[in-house]
């Protein structure tokens, strides 16, 4: 996932640059057929002359790289009664030997022979039936293969599991919901003490913390890094406490499945803040010296920059304009300074107080990835500019059903956008350059050497930026939403591009008073691939 394990999302192949971008046109594309077509937001996977694409409902595909044509498909047969909270998305494969990994919605984990498209090896991760998915991309660690989960908004309990990777065999498993610490894989493991000091009672049994966008590896420190998402249910009221290690980013051990550090970003999460977005490893250069650190923009609204050696916070800086849950981080303790837009009430039958709170509970960014370019040291962020109304209400868990405790209504905060893309320096924390974008953006980011940064809208097009500059240099209508992760490679000495298209995700489903302003954009399900149509072996 994310183009290397460490999920920069940066290639360093300069044969396209954003001096001969405008020659770039597609070669050939690929539908996903004609039904079930809903949010497309994979990462293909391109190796051996064959690339690997997931689609919604958990289907996958083999296609020449070359030719586009189909080698094989399999579809998983999803039972009914699956609870995915946000779509039936699915964020693409991982490789690993002669296998192609991926995770289906109905909380399973299949790897298929990569020339054959049989099943190898298949197991149950979960049981949907008391509200568990899977969405994300699995990573490859040392022979493991590491998932999360999904589930936060029924209740269930964050995981990170790893798994054999050539056969599927459990190797350990990391609840994230403290109170259930003292397990490993089902068993007591011998860690003792007040494990749920965070949390009340029983409440760390339907804790949530899901780890539903994976996870990334900083291979020099030797730690895989998750993010966690909401504690449940959102009524916040409802769960004295910091609830850790919900909406935190948690470093986690490969040989032990021991959880070394954690960096808690929203303690005590009353607005489904999450907290899953990738932690992504990368030099920062500060004062003459090389700081081994970690950048993450966080669905609260702001960028943090931690050492990805021990957790400690560095800096946290927003990336959007409005933060009205906080004054700031308190660079000494590492905690937000809360405001005062915690949504209201108690546990009496009466509907809460309704806030206005901003970001909304879909974030300043949501799942989709940023990008790191090691050349401009800069970070570029799919960032969104709404609000919300929230309120809280009266809830109870029930096995298999929402858990929230809380509604809400998404507002715009401007008249002439909501998505925006922007150039964070990790160094400084300012903004270096932005895109807005009428729409939300809801797709992932990609960078390369050749000064290039690429993104999809809504809108349909797939658009690439001047890295240094922010100026859009080039565009292409894929004819829906893009909401998928461009790729790119290196194959017969030139260079490729690749997204899927297909509109959905969460902002359909939930976005409200938003989602209408969006509701013209055509479902889709195609894979466009892209090259320079003059030779580049002839160009001098
Ligand atoms: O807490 C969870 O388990 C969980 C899972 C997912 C998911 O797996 O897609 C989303 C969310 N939460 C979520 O809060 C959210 O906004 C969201 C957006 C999307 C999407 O793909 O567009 N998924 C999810
Ligand atoms: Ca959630």
Redesign the pocket.
């Known amino acids: 996932m994310g183009m290397g394990q460490s999920g920069q999302r940066f290639s360093p192949l300069t044969k396209i640059t954003s001096d001969n971008i405008g020659d770039l046109v597609p070669v050939w594309s690929f539908s996903f057929g004609d039904e079930k077509q809903r949010?497309q937001?994979t990462q293909p996977l391109v190796y051996n002359g064959k690339m690997f694409v997931t689609g919604s409902y958990s289907r996958i595909w083999a296609l020449d790289t070359k030719t586009g044509e189909k080698l094989w498909q399999y579809e998983a047969r999803l039972p009914d009664g699956i609870m995915?909270?946000?779509?039936v998305?699915n964020r693409g494969a991982a490789l690993y030997d002669n296998l192609v990994i991926f995770a289906t919605l109905d909380a399973k984990l299949v790897a298929l022979d990569q020339d054959t498209g049989k099943v190898v090896w298949s197991e149950k991760t979960d049981d949907y039936k008391a509200g568990y998915?899977a969405?994300?991309a699995p990573l490859i660690v040392n022979g493991l293969v590491v998932t999360g989960n999904?589930?936060?908004?029924f209740g269930i309990v964050g995981r990170v599991d790893a798994r054999d990777a050539k056969t599927g065999k459990l190797v350990w498993s990391r609840p994230t919901v403290e109170g259930n610490m003292g397990y490993l894989n089902g068993k007591e493991n011998g860690i003792t003490g007040k494990l749920n000091a965070s949390w009340q009672g029983d409440q760390w049994k339907t804790g949530?913390a899901?780890t539903?966008l994976g996870c990334t590896y900083g291979a020099d420190v030797d730690l895989i890094f998750c993010g966690t998402?909401?504690p449940a249910p959102w009524n916040s009221h409802l769960r004295p406490g910091d609830n850790l290690y919900s909406s935190s980013t948690v470093a986690i051990s490969p040989k032990t499945g021991k959880i070394v550090w954690h960096y808690q970003t929203t303690p005590h999460d009353g607005w489904?803040f999450?907290g899953v977005n990738e932690f992504i490893p990368f030099d920062l250069k500060s004062g003459g010296k090389t700081i081994k650190a970690g950048g993450k923009a966080d669905r609260n609204g702001f960028f943090y920059v931690l050492d990805r050696t021990n957790g400690k916070l560095i800096s946290a800086s927003p990336f959007v304009t409005k933060q009205s849950w906080t004054k700031g981080v308190d660079l000494k303790t590492g905690r937000p300074i809360e405001a005062d837009t915690r949504p209201g009430n108690p546990g009496s039958a009466e509907k809460g107080s309704t806030v206005f709170s901003a970001p909304s509970?879909?974030?300043g960014k949501?799942?989709m990835p940023m990008a790191y370019n090691q050349g401009t040291g800069l970070f570029y962020v799919p960032a969104n500019e709404w609000g919300m109304d929230i309120w809280n209400e009266p809830i109870t868990y029930k096995k298999g059903a929402a858990y929230l405790g809380a509604g809400f209504t998404i507002k715009p905060l401007y008249e002439d956008y909501i998505g925006a893309l922007r150039a964070m320096d990790p160094a400084t924390g300012k903004i270096v350059w932005e895109y807005k974008n009428p729409a939300p953006l809801?797709g992932g980011v990609m960078t390369t050497a050749g000064n290039l940064v690429f993104t999809g809208t809504p809108e349909g097009f797939l658009k690439a930026f001047d890295a240094k500059t922010g100026k859009e240099v080039w565009k292409f209508q894929t004819g829906s939403g893009v909401v998928g992760q461009p790729i790119t490679w290196e194959e017969g000495g030139e260079q490729y591009v690749a997204v899927a298209s297909g509109w959905g995700?969460?902002?359909p489903l939930w976005g409200g008073e938003v989602a209408k302003k969006v509701k013209s954009i055509s479902q889709g399900g195609m894979l466009w691939v892209f090259k320079l149509h003059k030779s580049q072996t002839a160009a001098k």
Request: hydrophobic fraction near 35%; charge should be negative; glycine fraction near 24%.
């Open positions: 949010g937001e995915p909270c946000c779509d998305v998915s969405t994300a999904s589930g936060g908004e949530g899901a539903w998402g909401n489904d999450d509970f879909l974030g949501n799942w809801w995700g969460a902002v």
